[in-house]
């Protein structure tokens, strides 16, 4: 059989993700000393209160699908924690509806609006979904290359010159992944400006909303008269609650495109894993210490981390949100992929290049703070030692 002709060409053409990649040649180094600064994963385990919520309802046998939305409880109880956050109400009956992980939000997101040929717009730097995702929907991904000189935010300029007459969706990924840049309420107002008069509509990512770092609380674009009613909210659980592995999420928006929504997810889902589901009720309830707690942590490792790369000569921007670092390796000499590969080889070190995270990335590296304080002081002494080798080699 030759399976070249009997796969879906889009997919077959589709890269694997660059994250794992790297992923799989750290597993093959097998050095016992390997450190991996790769994965956006908190290393906290679930709250416990919230892992026996999980646990009693298996204990009470609450083993069965729920509603295709999600249980009606949860749903409440998002709409209420979003109410609380925000001031915006959703509907838990017509506007809300719980998925498997942030992931499927996504996805069914983008397949809920894309036809053939549309355009989507994807600020990049950013998470490696988007733009196959997109393909996969049969829109064509248009790259928008944010900057560092702007703190990698997406600027009104740059959104306008990007839209054309088969613009149909923005990807509104913030606090980002990986350079941690979030948008400020003015700068949400700027994109809000732009799309006024046309029929764009928007998915904001907000899964790192509640890791956001400073005075400031994260604002979302719900929140932003003119975005609300274009806006598809995506949120989850993986990040802020340590959840990564239950996989829930939710996307929220208005009735008529979750209509639609809900469909794709039921011929393809049918609901989220319902333990899950109980579990989280707890999480959005009483959860909000837990994450006060965790975000207490990530932000002493991001001083700290800053504070090494800036101190070794990888200039970094200030992330303020999620739990990345995205320094220039520009420095070094080598290209973002040379870079991670030799320190990976030589020092048993991982971390992402740059360009896995699409065409902004070239230059620069992602490293997660989602380890030990002894972990990430480690790498930062073999990242440390790796630059002096290179010095030293140049001469
Ligand atoms: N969005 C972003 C920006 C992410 O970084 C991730 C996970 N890395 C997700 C969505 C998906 O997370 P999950 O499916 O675990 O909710």
Not at 53 to 76: C, P
Not at 193 to 198: A, F, K, P, W
Request: charged content about 25%.
């Amino acid at each position: 059989m030759d399976y070249s002709k009997v796969l879906n060409t889009t997919l077959a053409s589709l890269p694997p993700s660059g994250i794992r990649r790297f992923f799989d040649i750290a597993n093959e180094v097998k050095a016992d000393d390997m450190i991996s600064l790769s994965i956006g994963e908190p290393d906290f385990a679930t709250p416990w209160h919230i892992r026996e919520k999980g646990i009693t309802s298996l204990e009470q046998g609450k083993t069965w699908y729920s509603a295709n939305a999600g249980l009606l409880e949860l749903r409440e109880a998002i709409s209420r924690r979003i109410a609380r956050h925000t001031a915006v109400e959703f509907d838990p009956r017509s506007e809300i509806v719980v998925t498997v992980g942030g992931s499927e939000a996504l996805d069914i997101g983008i397949r809920a609006l894309v036809n053939t040929g549309d355009e989507v717009l994807v600020p990049s730097p950013s998470f490696v979904c988007y733009a196959p995702l997109v393909a996969m929907a049969g829109g064509v991904p248009v790259s928008i290359v944010t900057k560092a000189e702007n703190g990698f935010r997406l600027t009104a300029d740059e959104l306008r010159a990007a839209i054309t007459p088969r613009t149909k969706l923005l990807i509104l990924p913030f606090p980002n992944n990986p350079t941690g840049a979030v948008m400020r309420r003015e700068h949400l107002e700027a994109i809000a400006d732009v799309l006024r008069d046309t029929d764009i509509m928007v998915i904001s990512d907000e899964i790192y909303g509640a890791l956001t770092y400073g005075d400031a609380p994260h604002v979302s674009a719900v929140q932003i008269e003119g975005l609300r009613e274009r806006t598809l909210l995506v949120d989850g659980f993986s990040k802020a609650y340590a959840m990564t592995g239950w996989r829930l999420g939710y996307i929220c928006g208005p009735e008529p495109v979750m209509k639609q929504v809900v469909k794709l997810h039921q011929y393809a889902i049918m609901c989220a894993p319902t333990t899950a589901q109980h579990a989280a009720i707890e999480a959005m309830e009483n959860g909000d210490e837990d994450i006060a707690y965790m975000r207490g942590e990530y932000d002493a490792r991001r001083r700290l981390i800053l504070q090494e790369l800036n101190d070794m000569g990888l200039t970094c921007f200030e992330p303020e949100g999620a739990f990345y670092v995205f320094p220039s390796i520009q420095i070094s000499g080598l290209t973002s992929e040379e870079f991670c590969e030799q320190l990976l080889l030589r020092h048993h070190v991982a971390i992402v290049p740059g360009t896995a995270f699409g065409d902004g990335g070239e230059g620069f590296a992602r490293i997660s703070y989602c380890y030990s304080v002894n972990h990430i002081m480690e790498a930062m002494k073999r990242i440390r030692r790796f630059l002096q080798e290179l010095k030293e080699e140049a001469r």
